[in-house]
């Protein structure tokens, strides 16, 4: 999951970029509203994380120029106006979420990880496929009751799939997803990350969970063909 954080506060922001990070997001940032919307036109985000008060632009102003391209970019704004007509205001004027700082970074977590799961339909936080089982919160991956040990990235292309489940996703979809602007990847990136999920995933002599179709991409099945 790719989330841009638009927030003018260095300390902050670099806290924030951390955090989600280390939960497992690839993650872009910007420290004014102008660039904030270029980035945000430009990229593929599930969650914008936005302050109200920025330079060159304001938050809002941003949010409803964004709305008006038709984005369906989850936003929560993160502010320090806390009254309930700033509030309406923001929801009203586009944004999915609010939340008033100071606030719980634990909390704040929690809500990305939330909007990405509804920006997919997808309401609970384990997706089951067959004996397989993905903890979106814990990022954890099991085959019944045994750990299946999965590298950050492999993990991130895995959650992916499977809230995209049944549907083919191309190369270059995976890619805006699960590489940020910090660490473009290989041309063969994406084939050698799949190679390497399905060598953990299959069990041998059954049909592989990740079907690839030429010219469509790569497609994970609730059950394996």
């Not at 990847?185 to 390497?196: C, F, G, K, Q």
């Amino acid at each position: 999951m790719r989330v841009l954080i638009v927030e003018d506060s260095e300390r902050l922001r670099s806290q924030l970029e951390i955090a989600l990070r280390r939960a497992g997001y690839a993650v872009d940032t910007s420290a004014d509203g102008s660039d904030g919307l270029w980035r945000a036109e430009s990229g593929a985000y599930d969650v914008i994380v936005l302050d109200l008060m920025l330079p060159k632009m304001d938050g809002l102003t941003l949010l409803t120029r964004l709305r008006a391209t038709n984005s369906t970019s989850r936003v929560l704004i993160l502010t320090a106006k806390d009254s309930v007509a700033d509030r309406v205001n923001g929801l009203q004027s586009g944004s999915d979420d609010y939340l008033v700082k100071p606030f719980a970074l634990e909390e704040f977590l929690a809500r990305v990880q939330s909007l990405c799961r509804r920006g997919y339909g997808t309401a609970s936080v384990v997706v089951s496929l067959g004996d397989i089982s993905i903890d979106i919160t814990r990022k954890l991956v099991r085959r019944g009751t045994e750990a299946i040990e999965l590298t950050k990235r492999e993990y991130m292309l895995l959650e992916y799939l499977a809230l995209r489940r049944g549907e083919f996703v191309s190369r270059s979809e995976i890619e805006e997803r699960i590489y940020d602007e910090g660490s473009e990847p290989l041309s063969n990136a994406v084939d050698t990350a799949v190679s390497r999920l399905r060598k953990k995933l299959d069990v041998s002599g059954r049909p592989s969970w990740i079907r690839t179709q030429r010219g469509l991409g790569y497609r994970l099945d609730m059950e394996p063909a």
